[in-house]
């Protein structure tokens, strides 16, 4: 019988061992231990939790291999897994098409300023994003289409054919380097978490709709594409794309439709009332990706009763059966009922779910960690207050109900008046468009459709 002997003990100093992308150094670790054959499998759960957490397996007095991390935030700076990446600086905010155009810079620069008054940019490791690199975009790009960028940049043109100087994607003075900084911005997040990081929040992120030759909705350069096909280029693993935004994530679904490494699953407002029209049920993949790219379309007036149901019918399941060894979310806010571009009716505590939801799966099961980017939003104060939010709830931090005069007095200096009341939403919000009962009959249908294409790739 085999003789197996587990113990725990908390290491002074620094070890060093393997992870995923390399040797990690590790300081005051605390260990669980058991000493078993090679091969044996590995008998030991780990519950409650610790700060932080390694398995390893001793062969011998001297050899160790480490087969899991669990992931928690860590105190200080120094440990492998550290504080959540938060990339940005001003320079993010030279994307900007027009003064007029709805996708504002103030939506960061004001998330950016609520977080830091609450304190929040105090637990995160912040980075300045680079400009990626053309090697970079090339990861998801054509080079026409990166040519075609660099060039409009640097005289007035139009291109339909790459969805350039349209009224969605005028051209602006530096589009090459501002949309690649935003692509550096998510990149840098994913480099990160390749290199030991848990968590990231990349609030620039998120252009969703940008494809391989074109751009798309605002979209220039897709930066979640990139940066996944970044990680699947160093190691073969599983990515659960999830996108909340009220619009299609078509861009991203496009890039892995033939996939089975990258699930995506889209929630958004129906393609026959909203841009681009495309995310029904039937677009499931295509070749081995069959089952991997799911979309759960809703009809205007879908709110939050909505959006956790589809959590708790269609996404926690799947991610459940699929098992990924990370996570990455586009959240998008322009389905929040505040929002002037979509028709949706999600409310924080929609979002809060969500988020809560996500946060315990990914320590379930990601070992990789968990990649989050911005997306849509197009009332800047309520996108910072929303982005703000999540930020506390992945940081496990308490934030005020109330803004603080300083935050209001931002807001005011930037000529935004029309402010949520509070970081929460109080009420419940009243039936806009369709009927409650029209907007539930739909949900069943999608939800049974789904149930009937997708889920028997995934033994559900
Ligand atoms: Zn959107």
Redesign the pocket.
Known sequence: MLAVTAISLTLRGAIYCPSHFGINRIENPLILMANLDPGTPFPLRVLGAPRQVLILILYDSKTAIAIRYKRDYAEDDNTMRGKLVYPYSDALLQYEFKKDHPLKPDRLKLTYELSKQLGLLDKVKQIEPKVATRQDLELFHTPEFIDAVISCGKQACASLRYGLGTPDNPIFPRIYDAAARYVGATLEGMKEIMAGASNAFCISGGLHHAQRSRAS?FCIFNDIAIAIMQLLNKKKCKVLYLDI???HGDGVQNAFYRSKDVMTISVHQSGKTLFPGTGNVYEAGGAEGVGYSVNVPVIPGAGTIELVRILNEVIVPLFESFRPNLLVTQL?V?GHFMDP??HLAYTSHAYETVINKMKDLTGEYCDIGWLAVG???YHPVNVARLWTLFLALMLDEEVPQKFSDDFILACNNMGYDRCPEGMRDNNDVEQMYYSREDVTLDLDRQIRKIEEIIFPYHGL
């Open positions: 909705g935004d009220a619009h998008g322009d571009l979509a997306g849509g939003g």
